[in-house]
């Protein structure tokens, strides 16, 4: 059993930074792809970011491409999402997902979530 643990969510003002991390445990890392989803409220779960088992792959929903970053550090069991030049609308709750595929590409229904965590960006 997979456990993912989100942190580094918060209140931020439109164009300003945030950095997410996920621990995670109960399997080898590295055979796992990460990724990031998100939910607004009212909205559906979507996909945000995903990075392959090696690192080597990335890949990006169009609403965030060149505004934040997935990196994964196989060592510390570690998945991060830098966001950069926040906006309004990135406001949701942001989940950690993981997933035995092969690529960046996580399904809509990754193996394990996280709880998730809360980003809010105000304008």
Request: charged share 20%; with cysteine; glycine share 10%.
């Amino acid at each position: 059993q997979v456990q993912l643990v989100e942190s580094g969510g918060g209140l931020v003002q439109a164009g300003g930074s945030l950095r997410l991390s996920c621990t995670h445990s109960g399997r080898t890392f590295s055979s796992d792809a990460m990724g990031w989803f998100r939910q607004a409220p009212g909205k559906e779960r979507e996909f945000v970011a995903g990075i392959s088992r090696s690192g080597l792959s990335t890949y990006y929903a169009d609403s965030v491409k060149d505004r934040f970053t997935i990196s994964r550090l196989n060592a510390k069991n570690m998945v991060s999402l830098q966001m950069n030049s926040l906006k309004p609308d990135d406001t949701a709750v942001y989940y950690c997902a993981a997933d035995r595929v092969l690529g960046a590409r996580l399904p809509p229904s990754p193996d394990y979530w996280g709880k998730g965590t809360l980003v809010t960006v105000s304008s």
